[in-house]
């Protein structure tokens, strides 16, 4: 899949501003900079498609961009730093919960990890719950370019080795020089496709 057309439609505040089209929808999830607007902007090789910031927190709604017209991509609000309390749904934020838990356009989830940490409590949490939902979804571990390989190679034989997440799905990937991304997008077409959608 190569993406011809991405624009904003909407930064949903509450289900209502949601569209009603019908297009199948794959979400971002992650902490907040992980790197969810910046991965957003690199697969439709747009600078400023979605905001990106090195103040934490910033996406605070749900943005929707609709890609090649047929389906959305949506940036969800990075969790884990503005919101705090203890359960995943208080850190989520409960517009974002309701949202993957009732909504019936998502099709599949694309969740971010910082490789340089490697999975923190809530993403393992988002996985078990991802897994549970039995909402499809693929890991990106991103920001690889500030890793050297050889601990690249340890966070994942680590991810690989700590039963969790091994045997997962998942891409390394870089908005810095676009390694992944074509495997990405890849990934969405397939989970769009499998969803009845077309991805063209
Ligand atoms: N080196 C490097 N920096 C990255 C990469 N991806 C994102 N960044 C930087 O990390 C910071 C956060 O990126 P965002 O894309 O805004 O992160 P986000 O997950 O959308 O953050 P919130 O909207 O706050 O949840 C920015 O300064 C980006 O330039 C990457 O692959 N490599
Ligand atoms: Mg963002």
């Not at 203890?86 to 309701?98: F, I, K, V």
Request: glycine share 12%; hydrophobic share 35%; proline share 2%.
């Amino acid at each position: 899949m190569e993406i011809s057309s991405a624009e904003f439609v909407v930064g949903a505040v509450g289900l209502n501003d949601m569209p009603g089209d019908g297009l199948p929808e794959v979400a971002f999830a992650g902490r907040s900079n992980v790197g969810k607007s910046s991965l957003i902007n690199r697969l439709a090789k747009r600078r400023n498609l979605a905001r990106t910031s090195s103040t934490p927190g910033k996406t605070q709604q749900l943005n929707y961009y609709r890609i090649n017209g047929c389906l959305y991509l949506v940036d969800l609000p990075g969790y884990g730093f503005v919101h705090g309390g203890t359960d995943l749904r208080a850190r989520l934020g409960s517009l974002t919960e309701r949202y993957l838990t009732g909504r019936d356009t998502l099709q599949a989830v694309i969740q971010l990890i910082d490789a340089r940490r490697g999975p923190t409590e809530l993403d393992h949490v988002m996985v078990d719950w991802l897994r549970q939902s039995q909402i499809s979804f693929l890991l990106v571990f991103t920001k690889v370019d500030k890793l050297s390989r050889g601990k690249e190679k340890q966070m994942l034989s680590a991810v690989e080795s700590t039963g969790e997440l091994a045997g997962t799905e998942y891409v390394t990937f870089s908005a810095v020089s676009g390694r992944g991304r074509v495997d990405v997008l890849k990934w969405i077409q397939q989970a769009v496709q499998q969803a009845g959608g077309t991805g063209h």
